[in-house]
């Protein structure tokens, strides 16, 4: 006879901060959206879904291979701001809008 016990062992969830970024009049960005976040396992995680209006509801899902491309309103939400290309790898292009 013997004894088998198996330990189920939870998955912990990516530990994602918030980011900000600044930048000038028509000029473009690029940077990580990944690099103040964690994960509790030390595990490798990309960026897969998209609350875009930060309402709490996914509103996008990033391809894996790809990029999701939308058009972001400025902060008072008067009209578009520029156009944010987003990518698995948690790479974040920012392109403003010649208005701003």
Known sequence: TATVCIKLVGKNDVIAE???YT???????????????SDPENDSFTVSKVDADG?????????A???LTFVGDKV???EPG???TLYPNGTMSFDPDESL
Do not use: A, C, F, Q
């Open 76 to 78: 008072d939400g008067s």
């Open 55 to 63: 309402d709490g509801t996914v509103d996008e899902m990033v391809p």
């Open 23 to 37: 930048t000038n009049h028509d000029t473009p960005i690029t940077e990580s959206i990944i690099l103040n976040d």
């Open 18 to 20: 918030d980011d900000s």
């Open 65 to 67: 291979g790809g990029s």
């Open 82 to 84: 520029g156009v944010v």
